[in-house]
């Protein structure tokens, strides 16, 4: 885990797909998995509220992102289009079951999804996002997009 004072998931270049808009996307969604990991930092003194919010943020940010990615796969006919949206629509899944797993007072390691969040977005950027982004920059530099 990170020290104190030390970002949990800092942006690299390593991450950038290409597309200004997906990029600017995935910095904040690293933003709000760094908000949230430092309110599950404060150990004993974990405090439920502001891990709530910054979940709350999390979770209506990952939709418009996700949203953005898939209008782009729509514009350009993404061949991956559909496998790619229902690995969004899993995640998203995943997150609200945690969320409401905490909400009802399950047993919740809150370190645990931080964790989750970071492999996650991380993999997704690297594996998935750089396919589709790959696929919209081969289309621009052949000119076929409109």
């Not at 990991?37 to 209506?60: L, N």
């Not at 418009?64 to 209008?71: D, G, P």
């Not at 977005?121 to 919209?136: E, F, G, N, P, Q």
Request: charged residues 30%; neutral net charge.
């Amino acid at each position: 885990m990170a020290e104190k004072g030390e970002v949990f998931i800092p942006w690299e270049e390593r991450f950038a797909v290409g597309i200004p808009i997906i990029d600017h996307q995935h910095r904040q969604l690293l933003e709000l998995a760094n908000r949230l990991f430092d309110t599950c930092r404060q150990g004993k003194d974990f405090a439920p509220e502001g891990f709530r919010s910054a979940a709350s943020a999390a979770v209506d940010y990952v939709k418009v992102h996700f949203s953005t990615e898939e209008q782009i796969m729509d514009r350009v006919s993404f061949p991956e289009a559909a496998d790619h949206k229902a690995k969004h629509r899993e995640f998203v899944g995943r997150v609200l079951l945690e969320v409401r797993s905490f909400e009802e007072g399950k047993p919740f390691a809150p370190n645990r999804f931080v964790l989750f969040l970071k492999e996650w977005i991380l993999s997704h950027i690297a594996l998935v996002d750089k396919r589709l982004a790959s696929y919209v920059l081969d289309l621009a530099k052949k000119g076929l997009l409109k």
